[in-house]
């Protein structure tokens, strides 16, 4: 079983950049796939992006593309997504998640296996 922590939110103006990780322990990152999903207040929670097993394949929400990267860093055992030019309505909780298989790129939650406590990302005005 892994553990999860995400770390990195905070407060930022809108325009502005934040680097969120996702730092896992218990077993190696090149165990699982990973995603990356955020929840608004009063919405429901929704897929922001995911990598694959090995690293090679990345998807993200249409909405994002360009803006969000997902990224892994093997010797931090980390999983990370760089937000840039981020607007208010990025204001929310960001989860990362597992998935056990690694023989796909999921965007649904009930694909994943493992979700951390999430990180609180608010943008103003």
């Known amino acids: 079983q892994v553990q999860l922590v995400e770390s990195g939110g905070g407060l930022v103006q809108a325009g502005g950049s934040l680097r969120l990780s996702c730092a896992a322990s218990?077993?190696?990152?090149?165990?699982?796939?990973w995603g990356w999903f955020r929840q608004a207040p009063g919405k429901e929670r929704e897929f922001v992006a995911t990598?694959?097993?090995?690293?090679?394949?990345?998807h993200y929400a249409d909405s994002l593309k360009g803006r969000f990267t997902i990224s892994r860093d093997n010797a931090k055992n980390t999983v990370n997504l760089q937000m840039n030019s981020l607007q208010p309505d990025d204001t929310a909780v960001y989860y990362c998640?597992?998935?056990?298989?690694?023989?796909?790129?999921?965007?649904?939650?009930?694909?994943?296996?493992?979700w951390g406590q999430g990180t609180q990302v608010t943008v103003s005005s």
């Open positions: 218990g077993r190696t990152i090149s165990s699982y796939t």
């Open positions: 990598i694959s097993g090995s690293g090679g394949r990345t």
């Open positions: 998640a597992a998935d056990n298989s690694i023989l796909g790129i999921p965007s649904r939650e009930y694909e994943y296996d493992y």
